[in-house]
């Protein structure tokens, strides 16, 4: 058994879910019962390319990971994420070496484009889904995003940012009250402003983590540092060296609440595919489901046939949400070689098409 200062790691996320967690693994092969003295148990707080920074509690250090850790991980499709907690070992002074990932109980990631699986963050209690009042407002964008916390098993917070300076603030905070599942939170912040602590607090307590996602500018940065007290993150619009004009984010890293919680602060989701079966996605659409099951139709859609059960109950604009995402899903569970094979279906039916439109020229 690996021992662990339980007060000083709290500091860093630990909390007695997870101790039973890593105690039940030690008696399979995930985590070794028989660590040595210098193994040490420390949580990942920054990602980049092959560093890592760990946190023990105390203190950070920086890390690479055992070229054996990396191919386990491989096998699983997966990677080491912000929030991982992780056995280290000290090969020489400052040399910390990652040995063995603890198997997270949440994982958030995505598809990107090439359909290749990226990792967001690990052991992820709550995710403040972030969207602006201002132009940043997007009613499907954030029903997609509750789905996809949803399914990794992630409890969902809707924030709206810039509640001092959005456009219509009141009207839209309804109709997304009046949209979203009844019990979700949903709140109004300046993130600029510490009453946001307050807003927040019943998610901010010790032991908690949390992560932060949601569009460039919306806000992310803006609330870590009011959050944390102490101003780490880069905000725009202040920007050093490429005068770009706004500050971004670019790597994700986890950070000390005032409160006691974690928070981990992401870069802005261009586009966040799901990586989630499509059932797990479905949940949040239960009432979709529902009302399909008892549509009239056997070889229904439901989407957009007359008399259809589904499309007399919900609004027409989530239904045609809820396909989307479902799509989305489907794309995301076909290999590469799916991928290739729908492109170059593609590819000949748009070169047949070209060719006809060729032949009918005078
Ligand atoms: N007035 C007001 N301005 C805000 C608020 N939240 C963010 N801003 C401003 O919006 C701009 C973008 O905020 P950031 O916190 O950098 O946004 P981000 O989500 O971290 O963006 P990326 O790092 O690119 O993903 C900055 O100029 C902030 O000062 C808010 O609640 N009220
Ligand atoms: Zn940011």
Same mark, same amino acid.
């Given at each position: 058994m690996i021992d662990f200062d339980f007060a000083k790691l709290r500091r860093i996320g630990l909390n007695q879910e997870l101790i039973q967690h890593i105690a039940s693994l030690t008696s399979t092969s995930a985590v070794p019962a028989n660590a040595d003295d210098a193994t040490q148990l420390m949580r990942i707080v920054e990602t980049q390319r092959d560093q890592f920074t760990l946190h023990d509690g105390d203190s950070q250090h920086r890390a690479r990971a055992a070229t054996r850790l990396l191919h386990v991980l491989q096998a699983q499709a997966t990677t080491l994420a912000v929030g991982d907690w992780v056995l280290v070992q000290q090969h020489a002074p400052g040399d910390w070496w990652i040995t063995t990932r603890i198997p997270p109980f949440t994982h958030i990631a995505r598809r990107a484009n090439d359909g290749r699986r990226q990792s967001l963050a690990s052991n992820i209690d709550t995710a403040l889904l972030a969207m602006g009042l201002d132009a940043d407002f997007n009613p499907r964008r954030m029903e997609r995003y509750i789905a996809m916390a949803g399914a990794a098993g992630v409890a969902p917070v809707v924030v709206l940012t810039k509640a001092d300076i959005g456009t219509n603030v009141q009207q839209r905070v309804a109709e997304l009250r009046e949209r979203l599942p009844a019990n979700l939170p949903i709140i109004a912040v300046n993130g600029l402003d510490a009453q946001a602590r307050v807003e927040l607090a019943p998610w901010l307590g010790a032991g908690q983590t949390l992560v932060l996602? $949601? #569009?460039? $500018?919306?806000?992310? #940065? +803006?609330?870590? /540092? *009011?959050? +944390?007290?102490?101003?780490?993150?880069? *905000? $725009?619009?202040?920007?050093? $060296?490429?005068?770009?004009?706004?500050h971004t984010t670019t790597s994700r890293s986890l950070h000390l609440c #005032?409160?006691?919680?974690?928070?981990?602060? *992401?870069?802005?989701?261009?586009?966040?595919?799901?990586?989630?079966?499509?059932? =797990?996605? =479905? =949940? +949040?659409?239960?009432d979709i489901e529902m009302l399909a099951k008892a549509c009239q139709f056997r070889d229904c859609r439901h989407q957009g046939e007359p008399g259809c059960n589904v499309a007399a109950h919900v609004a027409a604009d989530r239904l045609l949400n809820f396909h989307k995402l479902m799509r989305d899903a489907a794309r995301s569970e076909q290999t590469p070689l799916d991928r290739i094979a729908e492109r170059s279906k593609w590819k000949s039916l748009h070169k047949a098409s070209?060719?006809?439109?060729? /032949?009918?020229?005078?």
């Open positions: 996602l $949601g #569009s460039s $500018g919306a806000g992310k #940065s +803006t609330l870590t /540092n *009011t959050l +944390t007290c102490e101003p780490l993150q880069d *905000t $725009g619009p202040v920007r050093r $060296g490429d005068g770009r004009g706004q #005032s409160e006691g919680a974690c928070i981990i602060d *992401t870069p802005g989701l261009r586009t966040w595919r799901p990586d989630a079966d499509s059932e =797990a996605l =479905a =949940a +949040t659409f239960d070209a060719a006809r439109l060729r /032949n009918k020229r005078p």
